[in-house]
């Protein structure tokens, strides 16, 4: 999530417009279910339908998720 945060922004809000984003142009009749507990939550979620994401940023988006984290060696083998 690193690269992810670092590219779109840290807060809670960032990333769930990015997650939204992707999910909503995964497939030209993607469909999302959302939830929300309050008011704050139906902004963000309501907000993330404005620009969509470049191929590029789902590109990247793609690229660190499926990343494997790094086993540090003395964990390795146990």
Do not use: W
Not at 3 to 32: M, N, Y
């Amino acid at each position: 999530m690193a690269p992810i945060r670092a590219r779109f922004g840290d807060s809670l809000t960032d990333l769930a417009h990015v997650a939204l984003r992707c999910a909503l142009q995964h497939a030209p009749d993607a469909a999302v279910l959302v939830g929300f507990r309050n008011a704050d939550q139906i902004y963000t979620n309501i907000t993330c339908l404005g620009e969509s994401l470049r191929p590029q940023e789902i590109t990247e988006i793609r690229a660190a998720l499926h990343t494997k984290p790094k086993i540090p060696t003395e964990l390795e083998g146990h």
